[in-house]
T-cell receptor, first 109, second 118 residues
């Protein structure tokens, strides 16, 4: 059974800092991995999708890496802004779609 | 933790038929449920947001007459794909937000339904 964990559970940083969110999964037999952003009262916003054959994806200030063999992914956020405050979820798509518990990020102005 | 179930987990249907997918919150009341779909090798995309007792809000590009959403109770939302076509084949996942959780926002996700239209 696939299990997905995320570290840290919560993070509070001052504006402008670079930060890394971690995602780990137990079963490396996956099709892809996605990072989402979740804002209060809203649905998920997809940030980055990494196929199992890929190592990295970039979008603006976001960079996500995938090491399938070790069951790890990281989301790097450069020059964080208060608008980045949200919960960040990783989700692994294998036999089922399994989400991690999320990292709640607060970027302080 | 809170559990959200979806039924069926997989469905295969013929083109032109309608398919109903159920999303249930098993141990909590969900004032809001979200429906997503994911096409092969693409990101999961939000389709619509449904609030109990009111009409669903659809995302741009999602046909509300084709994807009928009913959120008739605090524990059940249904998505009906009407007159399904092969291009509707996708992975559909719902999530439910608990009522009066006291936190800013907690959503729980169903395991998804894989629809194949022949």
């Amino acid at each position: 059974k696939q299990e997905v964990t995320q570290i840290p559970a919560a993070l509070s940083v001052p504006e402008g800092e670079n930060l890394v969110l971690n995602c780990s999964f137990t079963d490396s037999a996956i099709y892809n991995l996605q990072w989402f952003r979740q804002d209060p009262g809203k649905g998920l916003t997809s940030l980055l999708l990494i196929q199992s054959s890929q190592r990295e994806q970039t979008s603006g200030r976001l960079n996500a890496s995938l090491d399938k063999s070790s069951g790890r992914s990281t989301l790097y956020i450069a020059a964080s802004q208060p608008g980045d405050s949200a919960t960040y979820l990783c989700a692994v798509n294998g036999q089922n779609f399994v989400f991690g518990p999320g990292t709640r990020l607060s970027v302080l102005p | 933790g809170a559990v959200v179930s979806q039924h069926p987990s997989r469905v295969i249907c013929k083109s032109g038929t309608s398919v109903k997918i159920e999303c249930r919150s098993l141990d909590f009341q969900a004032t809001t449920m979200f429906w997503y779909r994911q096409f092969p090798k693409q990101s999961l995309m939000l389709m619509a947001t449904s609030n109990e007792g009111s009409k669903a809000t659809y995302e741009q590009g999602v046909e509300k007459d084709k994807f009928l959403i009913n959120h008739a109770s605090l524990t059940l939302s249904t998505l009906t794909v009407t007159s399904a076509h092969p291009e509707d084949s996708s992975f559909y996942i719902c999530s439910a937000r608990s009522r009066g959780s006291g936190s800013t926002d907690t959503q729980y996700f169903g395991p998804g339904t894989r629809l194949t239209v022949l």
